[in-house]
């Protein structure tokens, strides 16, 4: 009788446990989001920064010198970045408002159109359920949270630094620790060769994104290409909804700076560039699909976000997927991986 009244104890106290510390981390997380952004996007360069790192010392090139190497990079990067971006950003933000009063005549005009076709819409419902000038609003925001993490610039490189020193110790020290070092080991590397792939792979393909959005919008005469095939690359981390939201800004310039033809050119060169990317390149190179339910990628947009900001819904899916190469690298995670990905993948 008395092991019985004990076994719920026994059940209930780890689930509540579990819980409480989750709760506890997320909160400590949305507190410190203004240390952790910086330290993530850190993680997030260092990943992408390991492999030429890597492949410059296999070219007997010093170790010191090879990090030199890849931090100058880093910085003519985000020199290019800031020179771009700032003087443009800057011209979209003031002309912000003249553009939503453009944008709003436009909804009033094809209302109308509407309305002589029969099909009675009341404004007020309209103006109440979608507001025109939000999409860019969300871009300006977006694009001006990524201006303002470069004055973290310092923290982020000295840390990026640290991690990419640490790379070859770090190996050494888990050999200490672990019980099975051989095995665990095997495991961790074979996690980090997956991580790096996909992470180099993704950068790659949303460079090529941004670079062709660009050029397209650049050919089609809208205002601040280079801010939309920026938007482009942030975004395409970002599956399915990335594209979208990084496309909707830039089709509505178009329609309200050159008119329906365009937009629709515009919107033609956004689907085009993301089926043969996103469908074709980015599995081709990858080798295997790593893509993620669209219920896991909305939840961890929604849930990095809340916590992290504009930044954390950049990397939301970037860090769910490395989550999702973790559990794939150990036997007794895989199921959960099988349930983060997609259908497709299942199947």
């Known amino acids: 009788m008395e092991n019985i009244a004990k076994r719920p104890v026994k059940a209930k106290v780890p689930v509540i446990l579990m819980l409480a510390g989750f709760i506890i981390v997320v909160a400590g997380m949305k507190a410190a989001s203004s240390l952790l952004v910086p330290f993530f996007l850190a993680m997030f360069i ?48 003031s002309s912000l408002p003249d553009y939503q009063e453009r944008l709003s005549i436009h909804i009033t005009g094809i209302m109308s159109w509407l309305h002589q076709k029969g099909i009675n819409i009341p404004e007020g419902e309209v103006a109440g359920f979608f507001h025109p000038g939000w999409v860019m609003n969300l871009a300006g925001d977006i694009l ?103 496309a909707l800004p830039a089709v509505l310039l178009a329609l309200i700076q050159l008119g329906v033809g365009s937009a629709l050119l ?14 074709f390149v980015e599995p081709k190179l990858m080798g295997r699909s790593l893509s993620l339910s669209a219920l896991v990628v909305f939840l961890s947009l929604v849930f990095w976000g809340w916590v992290l900001g504009p930044i954390g819904m950049i990397l939301s899916v970037p860090m769910t997927s490395l989550v999702k190469i973790a559990m794939e690298s150990f036997e007794g995670t895989r199921g959960i991986a099988i349930m983060l990905g997609s259908r497709a993948e299942a199947d």
């Not at 070092?181 to 993704?202: D, G, Q, W």
């Not at 601040?224 to 990084?246: K, M, R």
């Open 46 to 93: 260092a990943i992408i920064c390991a492999p030429p790192l890597f492949w410059l010392q296999r070219k007997r090139v010093p170790k010191v010198i090879a990090l030199a190497l890849i931090l100058v990079a880093i910085l003519v990067i985000a020199s290019l970045f800031g020179i771009l971006i700032g003087p443009s950003l800057n011209n979209f933000l």
């Open 266 to 279: 515009a919107t033609l060169g956004f689907v085009a560039v993301n089926v043969v990317l996103g469908n």
């Open 144 to 246: 001006s949270t990524l201006s303002s993490v470069l004055t973290n610039a310092f923290l982020i490189l000295l840390t990026v630094v640290f991690i990419l020193l640490e790379t070859e110790e770090f190996p050494k020290k888990l050999k200490t620790l672990l019980r099975n070092p051989e095995r665990s080991l095997a495991t961790i590397e074979k996690f980090s060769e997956n991580a790096k792939r996909y992470l180099v792979i993704k950068t790659l393909t949303s460079a090529a994104t941004g670079l062709v959005i660009w050029l397209w919008l650049l050919i089609l005469g809208i205002d601040y290409p280079v801010l939309w095939g920026t938007l482009a690359f942030v975004l395409n981390y970002v599956p399915n909804i990335g594209s979208i939201i990084a």
